[in-house]
């Protein structure tokens, strides 16, 4: 189990005050207990001093047999303490003269070792008596030697008095008990404020520590609500204004990095179209010299062509070579026209035209040729018009290129899907076919002058390269995507005619 600061604080706490009451209580048990055990000397001192005068009235020497009255009254004399176990008369050459039975609850207790006889010799008058402690039992005794003297000050005999600490030691377990009571009813009241000051000094910190993970996540916005005036509210001061600082820096970041990426878009948007730009210079260039040098004797063999194509009857064998001529003169003249359109620019004039108008009829314009006859164009507009600013003819030669680029990919059979759609502040024109569609490595190079992905002599490559310079032209945008009917779709993404503010996006884009 995880020990949070909380429970250690609650252990430290209470392990703490649990260690003072019992140093206390070791501290208090023996200075009491010595205080006590030096009146218990002093107490038995006094006793020993008035006891034995006049233990040495009622005893001549020893007690007769008929003496019993006496004995009876030493007995009754000496009891008044309570302590006391016994009494010995001894003389100074270590003979036992008298030995008391033992008092009160001592009757089956055995007598300790007699003292040495160099301990009951030796004495002056007027001495203190000689006090020891000795083992006894289970417990222990208190030894007192009083010696007695007679008229001459010569010492007769020495009276050991035992006397029991059994007092004391009922005083220090009272003590014990007392001082238990005490501590367990300490603990009980102070154990729940222990707990309650480690909750108040651990809460702040569990929530620094898991405002700390929350910024660790990202969560720069976590602050903490710690208004302690104390250092752990210093601390949380210090972490909200990290984690302000933090998400300022976060914002700044964050605002360069899209600014960044918005200038590498705009670098590669501009690198990209440099790039055509040269490209149609250089194409621009060419198609003035090949218009020129090409076009006129393409021409003239074209005109001589069609007037033998007149002569010619029609079973006329050569009639078929001469047809070819034309087409190829013909196809020559479209490679010269696709060059001068990417190379002309000029002023362009836009207007509000209604798309879905031009695309039914550009549609309808296509339906009747041979191409279209098992390809179908449907055409899916929203009921309000979708009103665009651009010019007509590029936008409709940018569609009829659309559609016969769809219907010659499907082979002349399958359907033709053009769907206009308002996004935000363009219309979307799409087609879709369900032809072979456009491998994702080519979706860039087929708007390249001269690349295309028809057979020999079926396409000069010029006619996407033409359709985005077209919609560029015009403010808008032309690209290829995959379309849900398994083929290519083409769209275009044209700004809406919306009022002024339209009308001046459109102008700057032009």
């Given at each position: 189990?995880?020990?949070?600061?909380?429970?250690?604080?609650?252990?430290?706490?209470?392990?703490?005050?649990?260690?003072?009451?019992?140093?206390?209580?070791?501290?208090?048990?023996?200075?009491?207990?010595?205080?006590?055990?030096?009146?218990?000397?002093?107490?038995?001192?006094?006793?020993?001093?008035?006891?034995?005068?006049?233990?040495?009235?009622?005893?001549?020497?020893?007690?007769?047999?008929?003496?019993?009255?006496?004995?009876?009254?030493?007995?009754?004399?000496?009891?008044?303490?309570?302590?006391?176990?016994?009494?010995?008369?001894?003389?100074?050459?270590?003979?036992?003269?008298?030995?008391?039975?033992?008092?009160?609850?001592?009757?089956?207790?055995?007598?300790?070792?007699?003292?040495?006889?160099?301990?009951?010799?030796?004495?002056?008058?007027?001495?203190?008596?000689?006090?020891?402690?000795?083992?006894?039992?289970?417990?222990?005794?208190?030894?007192?030697?009083?010696?007695?003297?007679?008229?001459?000050?010569?010492?007769?005999?020495?009276?050991?008095?035992?006397?029991?600490?059994?007092?004391?030691?009922?005083?220090?377990?009272?003590?014990?008990?007392?001082?238990?009571?005490?501590?367990?009813?300490?603990?009980?009241?102070?154990?729940?404020?222990?707990?309650?000051?480690?909750?108040?000094?651990?809460?702040?910190?569990?929530?620094?520590?898991?405002?700390?993970?929350?910024?660790?996540?990202?969560?720069?916005?976590?602050?903490?609500?710690?208004?302690?005036?104390?250092?752990?509210?210093?601390?949380?001061?210090?972490?909200?204004?990290?984690?302000?600082?933090?998400?300022?820096?976060?914002?700044?970041?964050?605002?360069?990095?899209?600014?960044?990426?918005?200038?590498?878009?705009?670098?590669?948007?501009?690198?990209?179209?440099?790039?055509?730009?040269?490209?149609?210079a250089a194409i621009g260039q060419l198609a003035?010299?090949?218009?020129?040098?090409?076009?006129?004797?393409?021409?003239?063999?074209?005109?001589?062509?069609?007037?033998?194509?007149?002569?010619?009857?029609?079973?006329?064998?050569?009639?078929?070579?001469?047809?070819?001529?034309?087409?190829?003169?013909?196809?020559?003249?479209?490679?010269?026209?696709?060059?001068?359109?990417?190379?002309?620019?000029?002023?362009?004039?836009?207007?509000?035209?209604?798309?879905?108008?031009?695309?039914?009829?550009?549609?309808?314009?296509?339906?009747?040729?041979?191409?279209?006859?098992?390809?179908?164009?449907?055409?899916?507009?929203?009921?309000?018009?979708?009103?665009?600013?651009?010019?007509?003819?590029?936008?409709?030669?940018?569609?009829?290129?659309?559609?016969?680029?769809?219907?010659?990919?499907?082979?002349?059979?399958?359907?033709?899907?053009?769907?206009?759609?308002?996004?935000?502040?363009?219309?979307?024109?799409?087609?879709?076919?369900?032809?072979?569609?456009?491998?994702?490595?080519?979706?860039?190079?087929?708007?390249?002058?001269?690349?295309?992905?028809?057979?020999?002599?079926?396409?000069?490559?010029?006619?996407?390269?033409?359709?985005?310079?077209l919609m560029e032209e015009q403010g808008g945008?032309?690209?290829?995507?995959?379309?849900?009917?398994?083929?290519?779709?083409?769209?275009?993404?044209?700004?809406?005619?919306?009022?002024?503010?339209?009308?001046?996006?459109?102008?700057?884009?032009?």
């Amino acid at each position: 189990m995880r020990v949070t600061l909380g429970r250690k604080l609650f252990l430290y706490t209470g392990g703490t005050l649990t260690l003072v009451l019992l140093m206390t209580f070791l501290v208090l048990e023996r200075s009491q207990a010595r205080q006590w055990e030096e009146h218990l000397h002093a107490q038995s001192r006094a006793f020993v001093r008035f006891a034995t005068p006049e233990l040495l009235k009622l005893f001549r020497g020893s007690f007769a047999p008929g003496q019993d009255d006496a004995q009876g009254k030493v007995v009754e004399f000496l009891a008044v303490n309570r302590d006391l176990i016994g009494f010995t008369l001894i003389s100074p050459g270590g003979r036992v003269l008298f030995q008391s039975p033992r008092f009160g609850p001592f009757a089956d207790h055995p007598w300790p070792e007699p003292p040495a006889p160099e301990d009951l010799s030796g004495f002056s008058p007027g001495a203190e008596p000689l006090l020891r402690t000795l083992p006894w039992g289970e417990g222990r005794a208190l030894e007192l030697l009083m010696p007695a003297f007679g008229p001459t000050g010569e010492q007769v005999l020495t009276v050991r008095y035992l006397l029991t600490y059994a007092s004391v030691d009922a005083r220090l377990a009272e003590m014990r008990a007392s001082f238990a009571r005490i501590a367990c009813l300490s603990l009980l009241a102070s154990l729940p404020l222990v707990a309650l000051a480690a909750r108040r000094v651990s809460q702040p910190i569990q929530s620094l520590t898991e405002g700390a993970r929350a910024v660790a996540r990202g969560e720069l916005d976590t602050r903490l609500q710690i208004a302690n005036r104390d250092e752990i509210g210093g601390l949380a001061r210090a972490f909200n204004h990290m984690a302000e600082n933090l998400s300022l820096s976060r914002d700044e970041l964050t605002a360069k990095n899209r600014e960044l990426i918005e200038a590498n878009e705009n670098l590669r948007q501009v690198q990209e179209q440099l790039i055509r730009s040269e490209r149609l210079a250089a194409i621009g260039q060419l198609a003035a010299g090949v218009s020129h040098e090409i076009d006129n004797p393409v021409g003239i063999i074209l005109g001589y062509a069609e007037l033998l194509l007149d002569d010619l009857d029609e079973a006329d064998p050569r009639r078929d070579d001469v047809l070819a001529i034309i087409a190829e003169c013909r196809r020559c003249r479209r490679i010269t026209g696709g060059l001068l359109g990417l190379a002309r620019g000029g002023a362009v004039r836009r207007e509000s035209l209604r798309l879905a108008e031009l695309a039914e009829a550009t549609a309808a314009s296509l339906r009747p040729q041979k191409l279209f006859r098992q390809v179908p164009i449907r055409i899916q507009a929203p009921p309000e018009p979708l009103e665009v600013f651009a010019e007509p003819d590029p936008l409709r030669q940018v569609l009829v290129n659309l559609l016969l680029n769809a219907a010659q990919a499907m082979g002349g059979s399958g359907e033709v899907a053009v769907t206009l759609e308002r996004a935000e502040e363009q219309v979307s024109l799409t087609v879709d076919d369900s032809g072979p569609g456009v491998p994702l490595e080519l979706r860039e190079r087929i708007f390249d002058p001269f690349f295309s992905t028809k057979g020999s002599g079926e396409g000069t490559g010029l006619g996407l390269s033409l359709c985005r310079k077209l919609m560029e032209e015009q403010g808008g945008s032309l690209f290829v995507a995959d379309s849900p009917a398994g083929g290519a779709r083409f769209g275009l993404l044209l700004p809406v005619t919306s009022g002024e503010k339209s009308f001046d996006k459109l102008g700057d884009a032009s």
